[in-house]
């Protein structure tokens, strides 16, 4: 049972992480099961969390959280999970092995389980704006950073653990400020914006303007100014993460550098498109995902190149 529930974290990082699923590629195998099963497990909360978007179904989305966050807890603690066999009970079944395995502190997952009920509506926690850096870098510290310091005790480091959890969150904030830029557009259309009032309003921008630019399809040169401002911020983030990559396990470092560098890569695409994000979403090609997995895998070694014929599911 424990074999087939890890194959299905792997089926289900293959088909929605690309990115991600490329870069767990690059780490020994032994290592990624336990990579797959933590994806699988933030996944199945965002479908949840996404599903609450229709009214009837936020009530229920809550409660599922509930149930999650009890289940979990139940097997962490040595008790009978949920009864029944289909695809939710065995990703929880691979991330409460996965925990327990590497030791990962719990508490990062109830962080990030509170912050998803943020985005549910009628939820006492829930949030569709963010006035501030700071308001939203509350919202982070469970929606991405905790992302980063789950992974941590998979990766390993050369350095107390301790040592590397602020790179680890800070890189978990970067992929999720590159994720907010890239589906403006498809967040406006749930309701939702996460990149904060503050930072439009500095160059001119409201909800009102942002509503015009994806019924449109245009984007008004306030909005493309402070795009332009927004991804500065999330490079500046990248710089401050990726030093912490040395601090990792040398052997997966070629891993977490390639998805770094081509999470920031989107940041390119989005200026290469000129800012269309109101009627495109931004993707790094696959030839780039590629040649860009290929050269750290080299430079790790050689031996791991051939892994790059297999189909990427």
């Known amino acids: 049972m424990?074999?087939?529930?890890?194959?299905?974290?792997r089926r289900i990082a293959a088909a929605h992480g690309r990115t991600y699923f490329l870069a767990t590629r690059l780490l020994e195998p032994e290592r990624r099961p336990a990579v797959h099963a933590l994806y699988a497990f933030a996944r199945l909360v965002d479908d949840i969390v996404d599903a609450s978007d229709a009214p009837s179904r936020a009530a229920d989305s809550a409660a599922r959280l509930d149930r999650i966050e009890h289940d979990l807890r139940a097997r962490l603690a040595g008790a009978p999970g949920a009864g029944g066999d289909g695809p939710e009970q065995r990703v929880m079944l691979a991330v409460a092995d996965t925990i327990g395995r590497y030791s990962i502190a719990a508490e990062h997952f109830w962080v990030f389980l509170d912050s998803m009920r943020m985005d549910i509506p009628g939820a006492p926690q829930y949030r569709d704006r963010y006035p501030t850096m700071a308001d939203l870098s509350d919202y982070m510290r469970g929606s991405a950073a905790a992302i980063g310091l789950q992974l941590l005790p998979v990766l390993?480091?050369?350095v107390p653990v301790?040592?590397?959890?602020?790179?680890?969150a800070a890189l978990g904030e970067a992929f999720q400020l590159t994720n907010f830029l890239r589906d403006i557009g498809e967040d406006l259309d749930r309701g939702r914006l996460?990149?904060?009032a503050a930072e439009w309003a500095a160059f001119g921008v409201d909800d009102e303007l942002l509503f015009h630019c994806r019924k449109s399809g245009r984007t008004d040169p306030r909005v493309r100014r402070a795009l332009a401002h927004l991804i500065a911020i999330n490079r500046g983030v990248y710089r401050r993460a990726t030093p912490g990559i040395e601090l990792l396990a040398p052997r997966v470092r070629p891993a977490i550098r390639t998805a770094a560098t081509l999470y920031s890569d989107i940041l390119d695409e989005i200026e290469r498109t000129d800012y269309a994000v109101f009627t495109r979403r931004a993707v790094v090609p696959q030839h780039r995902r590629l040649r860009v997995a290929a050269r750290e895998c080299l430079s790790a070694s050689p031996r791991l190149l051939p892994v790059f014929g297999e189909p990427l599911r």
């Open 162 to 168: 301790a040592e590397a959890e602020p790179a680890a």
């Open 194 to 196: 996460y990149l904060p």
């Open 2 to 9: 424990l074999d087939l529930a890890y194959r299905d974290c």
């Open 156 to 158: 390993g480091t050369v």
